[in-house]
């Protein structure tokens, strides 16, 4: 994980240096910053030249107001126009860079799996991590497969503790696949609480879960509402088995 990190750290260095350059190439792109026949990267009407003049077309600085106020806007609305550029390219470098990170701490995480003994990933290239489609994260497992229901529904709690670890590394797309199969397998499993409405196709319990998306905060609030409902689900079962063995006749 130290890893991902310095190569994050690198990666974030390079972006701040290409945002410097960005705002300093402009100034120096012709004689007056505003046109270049043999260059043409360079929008005569958008560039903002060195000199504020010659962005309104005058050889020399205006001398009426009007003259003079119309250079300050013209002057500010080019510089606007460039800042929004500016700023959709950060942005479009803070998500590929945020992208890398994720990616780079899912190779990590697959790599501790498989050192504890989980099978490898699908080869076929996918960010599924199996051929089961009722498992979508590493680490989770199909809870349909177990034996007893008790199991089924301790299968369904790490399912969810993996969900959540998914959230808070900002895998946040499959973290909300997997959750969806994580209710739909405690809904197979009767648990109180978890009811599905099959003309809106949504998730109407837990509370949480009714507006469920891919986003952080809904996936989180879900995740730990659906615990909940687990954790209830198992102890009302250890109540009923108590009952249950308290009942049976004693042999003599």
């Known amino acids: 994980m130290k890893m991902t990190y310095n190569i994050f ?15 300093v190439v402009p100034a120096f792109a012709a ?3 505003c046109d270049d026949a043999e260059n043409d990267r360079i929008v005569p009407v958008l560039a903002l030249c060195s000199s504020h003049a010659y ?8 001398a009426t107001d009007s003259d003079k106020q119309l250079m300050r806007d013209v002057v500010a609305l080019k510089s606007t126009v460039m800042m929004q550029q500016m700023y959709k390219q950060y942005e479009f470098l803070e998500a590929t860079l945020n992208r890398l990170k994720t990616q780079l ?8 799996f498989q050192v504890a003994g989980a099978s490898p990933s699908s080869s076929s290239g996918g960010t599924s991590v199996s051929t089961d489609r009722n498992v979508v994260l590493i680490g989770a497992e199909n809870c349909l497969l177990k034996s007893t229901v008790s199991d089924g529904l301790t299968c369904i709690q790490n399912n969810v503790r993996v969900v959540l670890q998914a959230v808070s590394s900002g895998n946040i797309g499959e973290a909300y696949r997997q959750l969806q ?11 109180t609480g978890v009811t599905y409405d099959a003309n809106s196709q949504k998730y109407t319990a837990p509370a949480s879960c009714a507006d469920l998306r891919a986003h952080r905060d809904t996936v ?7 615990n909940i409902a687990i954790m209830r689900a198992i102890e009302t079962r250890n109540n009923q088995n108590q009952r249950n063995n308290n009942n ?3 042999n003599r």
């Open 248 to 250: 049976m006749p004693q």
């Open 31 to 33: 004689d007056n910053g």
């Open 9 to 23: 750290n690198k990666l974030k260095i390079s972006h701040i240096a290409l945002a410097l350059m960005m705002m």
């Open 55 to 62: 962005n309104i077309g005058f050889p020399t600085n205006p």
């Open 181 to 191: 199969k994580d209710l739909e397998f405690a809904r197979a499993y009767g648990v």
């Open 220 to 226: 989180n609030s879900c995740a730990y509402e659906l």
């Open 105 to 112: 701490e899912r190779e990590i995480l697959t790599s501790k």
